[in-house]
């Protein structure tokens, strides 16, 4: 890329008018004097690889990938890196110079963020951790708790052999319960995640029994459509600190932005407020 050329940067996926990301991003660049811009891309399937190779020429730095592409990215990538492996997703794409294609996966790092920004007497090596869910979300969200130091991870989801391929997958610091017991698993934790769609606008609620949290828990739900969740209320109504999902969305982000446009964006209540506007 060129000196004079105004950077570009978008997100691929199919559909992709719902994403919030452009307003994320069309903030952060005016809120910063930078030249770039960031779109919407609906690309269709048999053309993702000659999109993402035709890219760089049209001036685009990189991009952010979501469903389905997420996983087809990493065969299209020149490299890859470890993170992105182990999660068995890319979520950012950054187009060097030398006209190759470098995957990431950045949700992990905005989980953690989120939960250190908005709950920062949060201590994940305190106790176990309960996680509902585990699909590509979880899979994210196992490492980042992993790396973090939480002692034991609780693993239930609906269908257990998922669970139990997550636990292959990650060790045995992963204990997997049956999707009947969710309730009770969470006696004792200092950390609750849901990572499943239930409870977000137009899916069923979460109807695990929230009887067992209780004040000194952390509570989160990755979904942010509703910002505050059933899973939220009871957990507030209970006593537990709540984070809403919303900022795993904008943290996610911020690695990308600056690796794009070359300065560090800041996740504040203005970007909360631009993004839900």
Same mark, same amino acid.
């Given at each position: 890329?060129?000196?004079?050329?105004?950077?570009?940067?978008?997100?691929?996926?199919?559909?992709?008018?719902?994403?919030?990301?452009?307003?994320?991003?069309?903030?952060?660049?005016?809120?910063?004097?930078?030249?770039?811009?960031?779109?919407?891309?609906?690309?269709?399937?048999?053309?993702?690889?000659?999109?993402?190779?035709?890219?760089?020429?049209?001036?685009?730095?990189?991009?952010?990938?979501?469903?389905?592409y997420?996983?087809?990215?990493?065969?299209?990538?020149?490299?890859?890196?470890?993170?992105?492996?182990?999660?068995?997703?890319?979520?950012?794409?950054?187009?060097?110079?030398?006209?190759?294609?470098?995957?990431d996966?950045?949700?992990?790092?905005?989980?953690?963020?989120? #939960?250190?920004?908005?709950?920062?007497?949060?201590?994940?090596?305190? =106790?176990? /951790? *309960? !996680?509902? %869910?585990? @699909?590509?979300?979880?899979?994210?969200?196992?490492?980042?708790?992993l790396?973090?130091g939480?002692p034991?991870?609780?693993?239930?989801?609906?269908?257990?052999?998922?669970?139990?391929?997550?636990?292959?997958?990650f060790?045995?610091?992963i204990?997997?319960?049956?999707?009947?017991?969710?309730?009770?698993?969470?006696?004792?934790?200092?950390?609750?995640?849901?990572?499943?769609?239930?409870?977000?606008?137009?899916?069923?609620?979460?109807?695990?029994?929230?009887?067992?949290?209780?004040?000194?828990?952390?509570?989160?739900?990755?979904?942010?459509?509703? #910002?505050?969740?059933?899973?939220?209320?009871?957990?507030?109504?209970? =006593?537990? /600190? *709540? !984070?809403? %999902?919303? @900022?795993?969305?904008?943290?996610?982000?911020?690695?990308?932005?600056?690796?794009?446009?070359?300065?560090?964006?800041?996740?504040?209540?203005?970007?909360?407020?631009?993004?839900?506007?």
């Open positions: 890329m060129t000196v004079d050329r105004i950077p570009l940067a978008g997100v691929i996926g199919s559909p992709v008018a719902h994403s919030r990301s452009p307003r994320l991003f069309s903030h952060w660049l005016r809120k910063m004097g930078l030249q770039g811009h960031y779109i919407p891309m609906d690309i269709a399937a048999d053309k993702l690889e000659s999109v993402l190779r035709t890219l760089p020429d049209l001036g685009f730095v990189g991009c952010n990938v979501t469903i389905p997420k996983e087809r990215v990493m065969e299209i990538a020149d490299h890859v890196s470890d993170r992105a492996v182990q999660i068995g997703a890319a979520n950012t794409l950054v187009f060097r110079e030398d006209g190759t294609i470098h995957a996966n950045t949700d992990g790092y905005g989980f953690v963020e989120n #939960l250190r920004q908005n709950a920062p007497d949060w201590d994940p090596t305190g =106790g176990p /951790a *309960t !996680v509902f %869910g585990a @699909g590509g979300a979880a899979r994210a969200i196992l490492a980042s708790l790396d973090v939480v034991e991870i609780r693993l239930t989801n609906r269908s257990r052999d998922r669970a139990e391929q997550l636990r292959e997958d060790g045995d610091r204990t997997v319960h049956d999707w009947v017991q969710a309730g009770n698993i969470v006696e004792g934790c200092t950390t609750v995640v849901n990572t499943t769609s239930l409870g977000m606008t137009g899916k069923p609620e979460l109807r695990v029994p929230l009887d067992a949290l209780e004040p000194g828990m952390l509570v989160t739900d990755i979904v942010y459509t509703p #910002l505050q969740t059933r899973l939220l209320r009871v957990a507030q109504d209970q =006593g537990c /600190a *709540t !984070v809403d %999902g919303l @900022g795993m969305l904008l943290h996610q982000a911020v690695p990308g932005f600056e690796r794009w446009f070359g300065e560090r964006p800041e996740v504040d209540d203005a970007t909360r407020a631009a993004v839900l506007r």
